[in-house]
């Protein structure tokens, strides 16, 4: 760690619906954060952007999490498949407004699963709503499977795990189609689904498409939480002494 303070990481959770509306996370997104070196902070779906704003500008580096599916019409991006299981509309609104504010205040972000697909979307991508009925691959990708990726060479991703190939826990039937301007795709499986996205330029924000938090430990896939948090506390650092930042960047 590159502070004694370790940095303070948020993660978006899933949204219990009915009579009391309730935010719970799984824990292994938090035990993920706090190998890695940061401190995690669940943070439920409520308030407006300026609420989001806020929290964010008291927070080092966000963690999308997993969860179900998107409500595309919701989106304005066509008819929802069938097929689909959307999260609460309360959610998929705070999640939009989240990674939105996110990218706009240059936040460190890791994106897994539904966050992966969350920034592919509000960066201008289009999704595969059915991987069945709308890819043409035939390997699966749904129930926890593992499955190879390959890093693209030069990209972010790649330094970060520094592994040629990936064997990734796979829990998905929607998946990133296309990306939008600056962003590319850094990681794709055999059969050439996208598999992790990243924003060009020096700002830390990554998608995966997989489960780094299931993988066992001491292998790559901890370097993703180990990149996420460094990249917090440098966000700490600048924020609490932009003087000094700012003579040693000169």
Known sequence: M????????????EMTEGASPAVTLKNRYADAVLKAGGVPVAIPPVGGP??????????DGLVLSGGDDFDTARLGLGPTHAAAK??????QDFDVALAQAALELRVPTL?????????????????????????????????????AVTPERGS??????????????????????????????CARDAEGLVEAIELEGDAFVLGVQWHPELAPEGTAHDRLFRALVFAAAQRSIARRYPQATAQVGT
């Open 2 to 13: 590159i502070d004694r303070e370790r940095p303070l990481v948020a993660i978006n959770g």
């Open 50 to 59: 300026s609420d989001i704003r806020r929290l964010l500008e008291r927070v």
């Open 86 to 91: 959307p999260v609460p509309s309360a959610k």
């Open 111 to 147: 994106g897994i699963c539904y966050g992966m697909q969350l920034l592919g979307l509000v960066g201008g991508g289009a999704l595969f709503q059915h991987l069945p009925e709308e890819w043409t691959g035939k390997n699966p990708h749904s129930g926890g499977v593992v499955h």
């Open 156 to 185: 972010r991703l790649a330094r970060v795990v520094d592994v040629p190939s990936l064997d990734v826990v796979s829990r998905h039937h929607q998946a990133v189609r296309d990306v939008g301007p600056r962003w590319k795709v």
